[in-house]
RNA sequence: GCCGGGAUAGCUCAGCCGGUAGAGCAGCUGAUUCGUAAUCAGCAGGUCGCGGGUUCGAGUCCCGCUCCCGGCUCCA
């Protein structure tokens, strides 16, 4: 009996009883059958040997579509199982899925990997690809299942069945002698990996959870063809070379040491330039936006942190207490408590809100060890926070402009792809289930008056209220989320915050939290690995570097150098005893983005030569015109 | 915190089977006065992350700790 499949073009193909995705891709075309990978069957990935029912919807997946390399990863990750427990009998295996740069395989190995392991590993699943070996794919029963994986020892398995819903199909994927339990899909033969690398090895816990065993996790990375893996490697490479932790001291920015501690951090002079550059830029856009700045202490009293609840819900976050005059004082982990405070220092009228206070505020976490990084996440940072206690019902008009707000802040820095999400109701939360509709409701208004379409995140909020999460994309296209609005249904209640309405009636506000750069360190690293170290001229430490051809240029040098610094250029003198080249060398690397070379010629003509960093030079220019174009260059972005 | 890898001059790194530490760059001094990404020569620079142990002898082997890197988990 024959069957009807419907094909994305509305086209209906007629097929076998019994057909498979790969029976009906070669029915459409013999290129097709060639680079057929797998298919989606109503929209879900299936196996290129899954059969087909009449009236399916069918699409092919070809090599050259990410949902193929998706499954030639996940076949990768197969191979090396399978080479793994030929190299290493007595290793079970769990789980090995693709993932957005390549795959990994969680194994049970007593004595875990070595690094060198890999190459092993490496040679044996070369053998196994050369064999060509093709995937089979066997649906068996439940019982037949559990049996086969327990013989074999693989007690992980044999729990995922344990897990399967009852209804679902059990498959299991053959290829050579060995075997998995998995959904598939899967590459038609081993011999389509074309090229692969392991590239790393880690702990990971059963199920993602640290109170299972811990598992030995193998990375690595596999491509239809060398010339994709060889461009991937570059671009690792790229961000390698971007890794603000290596700019920052090569460029000077900042450090941390062992003497002080792990996650607290030095900005150094230049580091520090640019902090001060960015935090400059930031109160004054703050006033001009309407928010009061506000300064607030380190450390504040337990009982503070009693009732704000941080004690009950952000302990193990929080430094250990110290005791003064028999209290115990904790270093804040928020400034929450403290704008509160202010707020609370007088009778508030519905005229004065929003009242809006900005600060940043250095705040200190306690973040386990294992997942301290650079700038990106420390102990001791400075959050770009304000609270806005608003009227709830001005709440949607409250929170557009603070959108719009840090849509423009972040457009400054350069960034120019914005994601924005919006993250609903969790299970275990406090406040009224129309509260946090009418809020979700005024974020998601809010978002599109911004411009913005944001994604759902359901159930992502916080235990406190809905928020708006904006997560930008830097030069290399990865994703850090940065801007956040939180409304707060919980502190206004704790603290019993009110304010006095037009019925001359207590009125309770509600409470935003909004951060627009997360903190200053986690930003200044994002930046340093966006500009890959080369800050645009506005924030660069050194602006203009002044660069003499000898000695005889030297006092003319200086005397442009001090004129430019009267209208506030930042410019140094290089005035080392080395040749020109030389000087433009430091001055690149360096990445200060404008150079002024003086020799003779110039210093005759009045003027100097403009370099510009990674572009070149840009020849002579006199005096005045030198100056104009250093200072719009160096111009302020509004 | 857990798994894996590390820590040698300011930086990047070499140092074999345990025999008492080396290069390049940076720094300093001198020569050179030079036109768009490295001028030459000389000098100086180290408690081999910290503490303990094994040994006649430890940068090297063992144990503990600190810090760093890649992950897990978590998050600004």
Avoid at 411 to 435: H, L, N
Wanted: aromatic share 10%; glycine share 8%.
């Amino acid at each position: 009996m024959g069957i009807a499949v419907k094909l994305p073009d509305g086209k209906v193909l007629e097929l076998a009883g019994g057909a498979t995705i790969r029976d009906a891709a070669a029915a459409i075309g013999a290129r097709l059958a060639k680079d057929a990978v797998a298919g989606k069957v109503n929209g879900e990935v299936r196996d290129i040997r899954t059969p087909l029912k009449d009236g399916d919807t069918l699409s092919i997946i070809t090599r050259q579509m990410p949902e193929g390399l998706n499954v030639l990863r996940h076949s990768a990750a197969h191979i090396m199982a399978d080479a793994v427990q030929r190299l290493f009998p007595g290793t079970k295996v769990t789980f090995g899925p693709a993932t957005e740069t390549g795959f990994y395989y969680d194994f049970d190995k007593p004595g875990g990997f070595q690094m060198e392991d890999l190459e092993k590993i490496e040679a044996e699943m070369a053998k196994i690809i050369a064999a060509d070996h093709a995937f089979q794919r066997v649906e068996i029963s439940r019982d037949e299942a559990i049996r086969l994986f327990q013989e074999k020892g693989e007690t992980f398995k044999v729990e995922h069945i344990g897990n399967i819903p009852k209804d679902e199909a059990i498959t299991i994927f053959r290829h050579g002698d060995w075997v998995d339990l998995c959904e598939g899909p899967h590459i038609p033969s081993t011999g389509w990996i074309k090229a692969f690398k392991l590239t790393a090895l880690a702990g990971a816990y059963w199920r993602g959870d640290e109170r299972n065993p811990m598992l030995s996790r193998v990375y690595g990375s596999a491509f239809f063809d060398q010339e994709s893996l060889d461009k991937f490697l570059v671009q690792q490479e790229e961000a390698k070379r971007r890794d603000h932790r290596k700019l920052g001291r090569e460029l000077g920015l900042f450090s941390t040491v062992e003497e002080i501690g792990a996650g607290l951090v030095l900005w150094h002079p230049k580091g520090a330039l640019v902090r001060k550059l960015i935090e400059d830029f930031w109160r004054e856009e703050h006033l001009k936006n309407g928010y009061q700045i506000v300064y607030t202490p380190h450390v504040g009293k337990a009982d503070l942190w009693k009732q704000s609840g941080h004690l009950e819900n952000y302990k193990e976050n929080m430094y250990a207490p110290m005791v003064l005059d028999n209290a115990d004082y904790f270093c804040k982990p928020m400034n929450c408590p403290f704008h509160i405070h202010i707020f609370k220092d007088a009778r508030r009228s519905y005229r004065e809100l929003p009242v809006r206070y900005c600060e940043l505020g250095a705040v200190y976490r306690y973040e386990r060890s294992g997942v301290l990084h650079g700038l990106m996440r420390v102990r001791g940072f400075t959050q770009d926070d304000a609270h806005i206690f608003v009227q709830p019902e001005k709440l949607e008009e409250e929170v557009v402009g603070a959108l719009k707000f840090c849509m423009f802040f972040l457009r400054a820095f350069g960034f120019t792809g914005f994601d924005a999400y919006v993250a609903t109701r969790p299970e275990k939360a406090i406040g009224e289930q129309s509260a946090w509709d009418a809020a979700t409701a005024a974020l998601r208004k809010a978002c599109e008056a911004a411009g913005l379409n944001p994604m759902l995140d359901e159930g992502g909020g916080a235990f406190y209220g809905p928020k708006i999460d904006v997560k930008i994309k830097d030069a290399i296209g990865r994703a850090w989320q940065l801007s956040t609005i939180q409304v707060d249904f919980n502190l206004p209640e704790r603290f019993n915050l009110e304010y006095t309405g037009k019925d001359n009636a207590a009125h309770r506000p509600y409470m935003v939290h909004r951060a627009m750069l997360g903190s200053l360190e986690r930003f200044f690293g994002i930046l340093v690995e966006h500009y890959a170290g080369a800050f645009p001229a506005w924030l660069a430490p050194e602006q203009v570097r002044i660069l003499p051809i000898t000695e005889r240029n030297l006092d003319y040098c200086q005397e442009l150098a001090h004129h430019l610094r009267s209208f506030g250029v930042r410019v140094e003198l290089d005035s080392s005893n080395e040749k020109l080249g030389q000087k433009i060398r430091v001055a690149e690397q360096s990445k200060i983005p404008l150079m002024v070379i003086v020799g003779d010629k110039d210093q005759t003509a009045g003027g100097g030569s403009l370099r510009e960093h990674g572009k070149g030079d840009r020849g002579f220019l006199p005096r005045e015109a030198l100056i104009e174009e250093i200072k719009r260059s160096a111009a302020r972005p509004s």
